[in-house]
């Protein structure tokens, strides 16, 4: 199995008035080639800077502090991300690596038709005219399931429906068939069926067209549905990572088994009662030290005021924790 996207021991910290603050903490993952990554935390927890600093899209305040991103291109040269000169970056970007945003409402431009926007991706990349454009787009917007896909690429955002907008980001996204897409909260906006009919799209996309997925989310259960292996997230830094079956069948972090504990799952008894996590995630410019997680864990002791770092454990996953839970001890 081949890797596409390789980030190594990535750090980035945000200048403010106060000084600088670290958001990721020696972040590492690797996205295989045509198999789909899930990025799982609650809000704050880093995923959504992973995704930027991979895309070069990070805030103008936003500072690289340690790590590298190597990424496989289209024309087999291994890329160092963190270090290449903006120009290929660009060439990249739309290209060999595409982005899904979270709202597409406020990513579209409401001045421009669908069409329009989807164009200039071909435009930009291809060189393509006007005419092969619109038949270029046309068929993108019937791949993803519009009707009337002809008429649909001349209507501006706010004449769609949500699940409509969100699949014109998709047309967007991989009109130049990139090798890696990363998907920010693709579904968090939309109801239950149309999020359902999203993930089905995607799916059947990855495997036509053979791209990797980044898929960032808050969803343990659109991580079961869409995911091959999974990173857990926690106030900058990677807690737990593995193949999706084992480390959802049996979760070793604390943390981990909170997120399990925390959402509804099928064959739960009438009347039980969702355990939530307690306390709140910590401000990343206060972080105690050593884990984490200590001020919210039952099993927190003085060993967890020491550092902590990713170790294997069997069934090939990795945690971050000084008292993992026994394999046979961690079913939810």
């Known amino acids: 199995m081949t890797t596409l996207l390789s980030v190594e021991n990535l750090s980035v910290g945000f200048k403010g008035h106060g000084g600088t603050v670290t958001a990721l903490r020696n972040v590492s993952f690797k996205v295989a080639t045509g198999k789909t990554l899930a990025l799982v935390g609650e809000s704050g927890s880093g995923k959504s800077v992973s995704s930027l600093a991979i895309m070069g899209l990070l805030a103008s305040n936003a500072r690289i502090l340690g790590g590298n991103i190597r990424f496989s291109a289209r024309d087999g040269h291994d890329v160092d991300l963190?270090?290449?000169?903006?120009?290929?970056?660009?060439?990249?970007?739309g290209a060999d690596m595409a982005m899904i945003f979270q709202e597409p409402m406020s990513s579209l431009n409401p001045l421009f038709t669908v069409g329009d926007q989807i164009g200039e991706m071909v435009l930009v990349h291809e060189g393509l005219d006007l005419a092969a454009r619109r038949r270029r787009v046309i068929e993108m917007l019937e791949l993803v399931e519009i009707p009337?896909?002809?008429?649909?690429?001349?209507?501006?955002p706010h004449e769609m429906s949500g699940g409509m907008r969100q699949r014109v980001m998709i047309a967007l996204a991989l009109i130049c068939r990139p090798r890696l897409l990363i998907a920010d909260e693709p579904t968090t906006a939309l109801d239950v069926t149309v999020q359902a009919q999203i993930l089905d799209l995607m799916r059947r996309l990855q495997t036509e067209m053979g791209m990797s997925i980044l898929f960032i989310t808050h969803d343990l259960g659109v991580v079961a549905e869409i995911a091959d292996n999974v990173a857990v997230m926690y106030a900058g830094s990677i807690v737990e990572a593995g193949d999706v079956g084992p480390?959802?069948?049996?979760?070793?972090?604390?943390?981990?088994?909170?997120?399990?504990?925390?959402?509804?799952?099928?064959?739960?008894?009438?009347g039980t009662k969702l355990v939530p996590i307690p306390g709140v995630v910590p401000a990343l410019s206060a972080l105690p030290?050593?884990?984490a997680f200590a001020p919210r864990c039952g099993l927190a002791d003085a060993d967890c005021s020491a550092p902590?770092?990713?170790?294997?454990?069997?069934?090939?996953?990795?945690?971050?924790?000084?008292?993992?839970?026994?394999?046979?001890?961690?079913?939810?």
């Open 82 to 93: 963190l270090n290449a000169k903006p120009g290929l970056r660009r060439s990249l970007r």
């Open 289 to 291: 030290s050593g884990c």
């Open 247 to 270: 480390l959802f069948d049996m979760p070793a972090h604390p943390y981990t088994r909170g997120l399990m504990a925390s959402i509804p799952r099928p064959g739960r008894k009438p």
């Open 148 to 156: 009337a896909a002809s008429t649909r690429l001349d209507q501006y």
């Open 308 to 332: 902590v770092s990713l170790r294997n454990l069997d069934l090939g996953t990795q945690v971050a924790c000084h008292h993992p839970q026994l394999r046979e001890q961690a079913h939810v």
